[in-house]
């Protein structure tokens, strides 16, 4: 099997104050919209690895902000959920996708058994190994984890405006997450979805199932809609939001 990523191209996460003392352990699945270079950027224009298909616009600026908020451990993404999702299980249908809402991704429509297991191998287990192990060391040490899944999504989906501003998101521990619904809509201003755009479902997400569900962990998937954190101002705005209301949350839940 070829090396997918030279030697010179970044590795597939980075990580934000590694040694950070409080509880929450930030992830962002889709920081990153970087394709490795031997991919030929799937076939892909430039103006469409811009968009929302190719990563989550502002989830990684705003997960570094919380992290210093927070004091927290964060991890980011660095490639394209187009190459891989790292959100996505292994094999599922979006794993490794050759239609993106309505853009063909051509680098993908034909994929071997052997290149998807190729890009897992370069950039999804390696992203999650550091997860795990992260998450082992504390568990080791007992130190209190609080799991937060960092998103973004559209405006505009296929057409369908979104007037909401963020969503929490969760399955089949509401613990956190309702707290956190509670605490964000007591500003009239807000709309917050309880499960909106988006739902937590075994079958299309692997995170929240995996390391929150399973490990018994307080966890919430946040989304936030992408216009009001494309830009710095509109992230610090936010970062200060969430962080505030993560930690009157989480307060007791660990």
């Not at 600026?61 to 292994?90: E, G, H």
């Not at 370069?122 to 795990?132: D, G, V």
């Not at 499960?195 to 079958?203: A, I």
């Amino acid at each position: 099997m070829t090396q997918l990523l030279a030697d010179d191209e970044p590795p597939p996460f980075r990580i934000e104050r590694e040694t950070g003392s409080s509880p929450f352990l930030l992830i962002c699945d889709h920081a990153g919209r970087r394709i490795p270079r031997c991919l030929n950027s799937l076939g892909v224009a430039e103006s469409e690895l811009e968009r929302h298909i190719a990563w989550d616009i502002g989830a990684g600026a705003l997960a570094v902000k919380l992290s210093t908020l927070l004091d927290a451990f964060a991890i980011l993404q660095t490639y394209s959920r187009l190459v891989i999702d790292c959100n996505r299980p292994i094999g599922s249908p979006g794993s490794i996708v050759s239609l993106s809402e309505h853009t063909p991704i051509p680098g993908n429509i034909v994929i071997s058994a052997n290149e998807a297991d190729r890009r897992a191998q370069a950039i999804f287990w390696p992203y999650h190994h550091r997860i795990r192990r992260e998450l082992d060391a504390r568990l080791a040490t007992l130190r209190p984890t609080v799991l937060v899944s960092v998103h973004s999504f559209t405006p505009v989906f296929k057409s369908n405006t979104r007037s909401m501003h963020a969503g929490i998101l969760y399955q089949r521990d509401p613990r956190l997450p309702h707290r956190l619904l509670g605490i964000l809509r007591r500003d009239s201003n807000l709309i917050v979805g309880d499960n909106e755009p988006y739902s937590v479902s075994d079958l299309t997400d692997y995170a929240i199932p995996e390391y929150g569900e399973r490990r018994g962990l307080p966890h919430v998937e946040l989304e936030i809609r992408q216009d009001l954190i494309a830009e710095d101002a509109g992230q610090a705005v936010w970062a200060q939001r969430i962080a505030t209301a993560l930690q009157e949350a989480a307060a007791g839940l660990y």
